[in-house]
T-cell receptor
Framework: GEEVAQTPKHLVRGEGQKAKLYCAPI?????VFWYQQVLKNEFKFLIS????????ETGMPKERFSAKCLPNSPCSLEIQATKLEDSAVYFC????????????FGEGSRLTVL | QQQVKQSPQSLIVQKGGISIINCAYE??????FPWYQQFPGKGPALLIA?????SEKKEGRFTISFNKSAKQFSLHIMDSQPGDSATYFC??????????????FGKGTMLLVSP
């Protein structure tokens, strides 16, 4: 498609439950990025993919977070055993290349952990 | 080394005025400096970007000024309009030839342009 599509828009989970978010990148874009935006607007980079391969996972809290980009499927970000501090808006972005260039962001998925 | 510091946190400008947002970075290997604009409930969108081989880039009412020696860059919005009211983020990254790093964002500036 012509835009990055993220689902769901909103997700509410009780503490300890699992949350899974999905992202369909722009067609033809081979790089996918996940960012977490917390209440004070700060963006935290989580992970990026080049096609189905992890490209950069330096920001990923590996204990409870995992992500995948499989062929012919939306990319996903999964949080096992959610905590209150996981409440945030999770943005997916895609780009044509990994070198600095324009990232196209989706509208985000708001996760609320109660 | 990866930090990008942005100021001010918030800014109120009258319609027709000039909005100025500043960013400073630490890592001299950064070689790409974009500004993103985010409206409430939306994802950020690229506004304008600059590379360190030029000191200024202008697109319409938006100008980036870049000072390599001071490790600072700023966004100027001329003739600010109410429709410019949004949160602005500066960012920086390194390309593969400079030892790749993903975009690092500043903490954002909430701009309100009063009618």
């Amino acid at each position: 498609g012509e835009e990055v599509a993220q689902t769901p828009k909103h997700l509410v989970r009780g503490e300890g439950q699992k949350a899974k978010l999905y992202c369909a990148p722009i067609k033809g874009h081979s790089y996918v990025f996940w960012y977490q935006q917390v209440l004070k607007n700060e963006f935290k980079f989580l992970i990026s993919f080049q096609n189905e391969n992890v490209f950069d996972e330096t920001g990923m809290p590996k204990e409870r977070f995992s992500a995948k980009c499989l062929p012919n499927s939306p990319c996903s970000l999964e949080i096992q055993a959610t905590k209150l501090e996981d409440s945030a808006v999770y943005f997916c972005a895609s780009s044509q290349g990994e070198d600095p260039g324009e990232l196209f962001f989706g509208e985000g998925s708001r996760l609320t952990v109660l | 080394q990866q930090q990008v510091k942005q100021s001010p946190q918030s800014l109120i400008v009258q319609k027709g005025g000039i909005s100025i947002i500043n960013c400073a970075y630490e890592n001299t290997a950064f070689d790409y400096f974009p500004w993103y604009q985010q409206f409430p409930g939306k994802g950020p969108a690229l506004l304008i970007a600059i590379r360190p081989d030029v000191s200024e880039k202008k697109e319409g009412r938006f100008t980036i000024s870049f000072n390599k020696s001071a490790k600072q860059f700023s966004l100027h919005i001329m003739d600010s309009q109410p429709g410019d009211s949004a949160t602005y983020f500066c960012a920086a990254s390194r390309g593969r030839n400079s030892g790749y790093s993903t975009l690092t964002f500043g903490k954002g500036t909430m701009l309100l342009v009063s009618p």
